[in-house]
């Protein structure tokens, strides 16, 4: 086909459209379905697994492979940007990882206990693949799209993405709750019933993966395939990445206000970043919940909900950021995720943590856009907003990592419920660290 000229109304909704073909791995595999399948698998009082030569707690064991995950985002992403960039084949890095996370999911099919490894490793791909594809699907911005048309395609991508999600979380829903619609045997006992949505669940991952190979394949039909520069990849070209990264990190020490507020914002992150990991894993093993089916039913319901609350969320962080500033509105942000530590640590019914879902949910979209939005505003006079917007996202990543790592440790030394209040003091030091950002720069 002929190649579309920048700004084109095919080109955008193409670029677009991944975000409906990708954004079903964080709402059924990452944050729903799979966790709750997960921890169905224990079904003794053991929650323990062994696995490289350790014992560990259940969902410390896939919260330690999560932040090892982020850690190969973190160090891969700006050296494979880079050389996607430097030889004009940046289509063929985003497949590739597309790939990988798809089959990911579909894998994920075969996860048991008894082989582990193998488990994992379909786990891991799913989620390297989900996060490695992004890089470069966020890197197409700029190429096929004007600077006045970027705000608003990455907005429409954003709808799209939920709305694609959702409609898959629901069928996938029905699978789990009704599976005898769906060609499945589910018995007269509860025990058959509960075994019946088990092995519904297994099915969701391979729904999941296919939803996501195939709808991607119209943005890379679409997409400009990059233009082939000849160029031979060398020492430099595979450390440039990283070199540019070190370069915004010198400048940031010429610049106290982007440096506080950066500071502040890789702290209260770690938190915020890790209880969107952890939330469903959290309420399928500290709510009291009546039977599997509800577990089920709650859980979900729960994820529909803070997906919807965070839109509004958003919208009304960004109003009160415009009447009161971003710092003073982040502060308060921050207030409010404190108090969700420690409600979190004392509730136990199901409506507890309806409610607490729904202040989660409030506050989540929120802090995320006004934390980016606030990053942009502070950036000094430059044209390389790119090497600065890296250096953000791979800070963001970092917190993830340490984030995940430290709650994973409260996990296995003592109980999930402490280790969700301990996550409190990230939150009490970055206000104090927001509190330090000047109002102007120096």
């Given at each position: 086909?002929?190649?579309?000229?920048?700004?084109?109304?095919?080109?955008?909704?193409?670029?677009?459209?991944?975000?409906?073909?990708?954004?079903?791995?964080?709402?059924?595999?990452?944050?729903?379905?799979?966790?709750?399948?997960?921890?169905?698998?224990?079904?003794?009082?053991?929650?323990?697994?062994?696995?490289?030569?350790?014992?560990?707690?259940?969902?410390?064991?896939?919260?330690?492979?999560?932040?090892?995950?982020?850690?190969?985002?973190?160090?891969?992403?700006?050296?494979?940007?880079?050389i996607a960039d430097y030889v004009g084949n940046k289509k063929s890095f985003m497949k590739f990882f597309c790939y990988?996370?798809?089959?990911?999911?579909?894998?994920?099919?075969?996860?048991?206990?008894?082989?582990?490894?193998?488990?994992?490793?379909?786990?891991?791909?799913?989620?390297?693949?989900?996060?490695?594809?992004?890089?470069?699907?966020?890197?197409?911005?700029?190429?096929?799209?004007?600077?006045?048309?970027?705000?608003?395609?990455?907005?429409?991508?954003?709808?799209?993405?939920?709305?694609?999600?959702?409609?898959?979380?629901?069928?996938?829903?029905?699978?789990?709750?009704?599976?005898?619609?769906f060609g499945f045997d589910i018995g007269e006992t509860e025990v058959e019933k509960d075994a019946a949505s088990l092995?519904?669940?297994?099915?969701?991952?391979?729904?999941?993966?296919?939803?996501?190979?195939?709808?991607?394949?119209?943005?890379?039909?679409?997409?400009?395939?990059?233009?082939?520069?000849?160029?031979?990849?060398?020492?430099?070209?595979?450390?440039?990445?990283?070199?540019?990264?070190?370069?915004?990190?010198?400048?940031?020490?010429?610049?106290?206000?982007?440096?506080?507020?950066?500071?502040?914002?890789?702290?209260?992150?770690?938190?915020?970043?890790?209880?969107?990991?952890?939330?469903?894993?959290?309420?399928?093993?500290?709510?009291?919940?009546?039977?599997?089916?509800?577990?089920?039913?709650?859980?979900?319901?729960?994820?529909?909900?803070?997906?919807?609350?965070?839109?509004?969320?958003?919208?009304?962080?960004?109003?009160?950021?415009?009447?009161?500033?971003?710092?003073?509105?982040?502060?308060?942000?921050?207030?409010?995720?404190?108090?969700?530590?420690?409600?979190?640590?004392?509730?136990?019914?199901?409506?507890?943590?309806?409610?607490?879902?729904?202040?989660?949910?409030?506050?989540?979209?929120?802090?995320?856009?006004?934390?980016?939005?606030?990053?942009?505003?502070?950036?000094?006079?430059?044209?390389?907003?790119?090497?600065?917007?890296?250096?953000?996202?791979?800070?963001?990543?970092?917190?993830?990592?340490?984030?995940?790592?430290?709650?994973?440790?409260?996990?296995?030394?003592?109980?999930?419920?402490?280790?969700?209040?301990?996550?409190?003091?990230?939150?009490?030091?970055?206000?104090?660290?927001?509190?330090?950002?000047?109002?102007?720069?120096?």
């Amino acid at each position: 086909m002929a190649k579309l000229e920048k700004g084109s109304k095919k080109l955008l909704n193409a670029w677009a459209f991944y975000d409906w073909a990708n954004s079903v791995y964080t709402l059924t595999i990452a944050s729903s379905i799979f966790p709750i399948f997960y921890s169905a698998l224990f079904l003794t009082d053991d929650k323990t697994v062994e696995a490289f030569g350790f014992k560990f707690d259940n969902t410390a064991l896939i919260f330690y492979v999560t932040a090892f995950t982020f850690l190969v985002v973190t160090f891969t992403s700006p050296i494979l940007s880079g050389i996607a960039d430097y030889v004009g084949n940046k289509k063929s890095f985003m497949k590739f990882f597309c790939y990988l996370g798809g089959f990911g999911c579909i894998g994920l099919f075969w996860f048991n206990l008894d082989s582990i490894y193998l488990s994992l490793l379909f786990y891991f791909m799913g989620l390297l693949g989900y996060w490695g594809s992004l890089v470069f699907y966020n890197s197409y911005l700029p190429d096929i799209a004007f600077e006045k048309q970027q705000d608003s395609i990455s907005a429409k991508g954003f709808s799209m993405g939920y709305i694609g999600s959702v409609i898959l979380l629901l069928i996938n829903l029905g699978m789990v709750m009704y599976p005898q619609f769906f060609g499945f045997d589910i018995g007269e006992t509860e025990v058959e019933k509960d075994a019946a949505s088990l092995r519904a669940m297994r099915y969701t991952f391979i729904t999941v993966g296919l939803w996501w190979i195939l709808f991607s394949q119209y943005t890379f039909y679409i997409l400009p395939k990059g233009v082939s520069k000849g160029h031979k990849v060398t020492k430099e070209v595979v450390f440039n990445g990283l070199k540019e990264l070190k370069l915004v990190w010198i400048q940031l020490k010429e610049d106290l206000r982007l440096k506080r507020y950066l500071a502040a914002f890789f702290v209260y992150s770690m938190a915020v970043q890790t209880i969107m990991l952890v939330a469903t894993y959290f309420g399928e093993q500290e709510i009291a919940w009546g039977s599997a089916s509800e577990k089920t039913m709650g859980l979900i319901i729960s994820i529909l909900v803070i997906q919807v609350v965070a839109i509004f969320g958003a919208i009304l962080t960004s109003r009160a950021s415009s009447k009161y500033g971003n710092i003073k509105t982040l502060i308060a942000v921050n207030f409010v995720w404190m108090a969700l530590c420690v409600c979190a640590y004392f509730i136990t019914l199901p409506i507890h943590f309806y409610v607490t879902a729904s202040f989660v949910g409030l506050v989540m979209g929120g802090i995320q856009a006004l934390s980016r939005s606030t990053y942009s505003k502070f950036l000094p006079e430059t044209e390389d907003t790119t090497s600065y917007f890296s250096f953000f996202d791979v800070a963001e990543k970092i917190g993830i990592v340490i984030g995940m790592a430290i709650y994973a440790t409260m996990v296995q030394v003592s109980t999930m419920r402490n280790a969700i209040l301990f996550l409190f003091v990230f939150f009490f030091v970055g206000i104090i660290l927001l509190f330090r950002v000047p109002k102007e720069n120096a």
